[in-house]
């Protein structure tokens, strides 16, 4: 799985208790370039998963110190996957950050603060299940490894799918870490 030429971004993002109005968030991501690895987390009180995700990712760009980087994000977030591939952001800047319903863009802040990385850097982006058992008996990994390719084309190997699987928990583990250390 490992390519010493490509970057890859593992991130996760969490809300205990999502739709309160007062919860506590982290993010965790994971920066993986050939054998070196950069593990980063954090936390926010009072904020939503869908930020905690786009922050993830936000906080892993700009721990990139070289541009012109060839990277690959991996993410649980379909909406966070879905922007990137899909191009919502474009419409989105069009319409003078405006949805196609006419409203206002949920986290412009944030959007605006990843997309000058998209200028920057040479960027795919890829949707994994989140919080997968790996060694549960209970897990169909064949099942499993369909829904990515689905998501993600034929370019990945079952090995590749559980190792990048195993990665994506590990940044969940962050965020989990993130959210443990705001409590206390």
């Known amino acids: 799985m490992r390519n010493d030429k490509i970057l890859r971004i593992y991130t996760d993002g969490g ?6 109005e007062e919860n ?32 993830a990712l936000l906080e892993a760009f700009g721990a990139i110190t070289k541009d012109g980087q060839r990277i690959q994000v991996f993410s649980d977030s379909s909406y966070l996957m879905d922007c990137f591939r899909k191009k919502w952001y474009v419409n989105w800047q069009k319409n003078g950050w405006k949805t196609a319903q006419k409203k206002p863009v949920e986290n412009r802040d944030l959007w605006e603060g990843l997309l000058p990385y998209l200028d920057r850097h040479d960027i ?61």
């Not at 809300?15 to 309160?20: D, E, I, L, T, W």
């Not at 968030?25 to 939503?48: C, F, H, Q, R």
Request: include cysteine; proline fraction near 0%; hydrophobic fraction near 30%.
């Open 24 to 55: 506590l968030g982290g993010w965790g991501a994971i920066l993986e370039y050939g054998s070196a690895v950069k593990e980063l987390y954090g936390s926010e009180a009072n904020t939503t998963n869908n930020r905690m995700e786009m922050t």
């Open 124 to 184: 795919e982006f890829y949707r994994v299940k989140g919080h997968v058992n790996l060694n549960s008996l209970n897990t169909d990994m064949d099942k499993l490894y369909e829904k990515f390719r689905q998501w993600n084309g034929d370019g990945f190997t079952r090995e590749e799918f559980r190792y990048v699987t195993e990665k994506n928990n590990r940044a969940d583990e962050l965020a989990n870490i993130g959210i443990d250390e705001i409590r206390e």
């Open 15 to 20: 809300c205990s208790g999502n739709q309160n």
